[in-house]
Nanobody
Framework: QVQLVESGGGSVQAGGSLRVSCAAPGYTYGVNAFGWFRQRPGKEREGVAALDHDGSTKYADSVKGRFTISKENGKNTIYLQMNSLKPEDTAIYFC????????????????????WGQGIQVTVSS
């Protein structure tokens, strides 16, 4: 059973920073893509950032230059560093992992299958 666990969410004022993490203990697939998606109030889930196995990245236009996705070498831990946060970034953030790499290839669309965490709340106040 693949389990992804997000942590590090919370509340911050506009202009502030947060880093959310996603741990995937026991995730043994060798080649992967990882991604962060979010669901804002009253909206559908949308792609935020994606990371391919070779280090390539993709970002939603709304977060380019402000958010950075990364992976800790040797560990199955994915990060999303969020700077210059805006109230419209308020959402539940989900991390995903996909051994077939469609999370990256189809980004910002969501693939029909991926492993997902339970989600973590990020709230940005004005």
């Amino acid at each position: 059973q693949v389990q992804l666990v997000e942590s590090g969410g919370g509340s911050v004022q506009a202009g502030g920073s947060l880093r959310v993490s996603c741990a995937a203990p026991g995730y043994t697939y060798g080649v992967n893509a990882f991604g962060w998606f979010r669901q804002r109030p009253g909206k559908e889930r949308e792609g935020v950032a994606a990371l391919d196995h070779d280090g390539s990245t993709k970002y939603a236009d709304s977060v380019k230059g402000r958010f950075t996705i990364s992976k800790e070498n040797g560990k199955n831990t994915i990060y999303l560093q969020m700077n210059s946060l805006k109230p419209e970034d308020t959402a539940i953030y989900f991390c995903g992992a996909d051994p077939r790499r469609r999370l990256f290839r189809l980004f910002p669309a969501q693939p029909d299958f991926a492993y997902w965490g339970q989600g973590i709340q990020v709230t940005v106040s004005s």
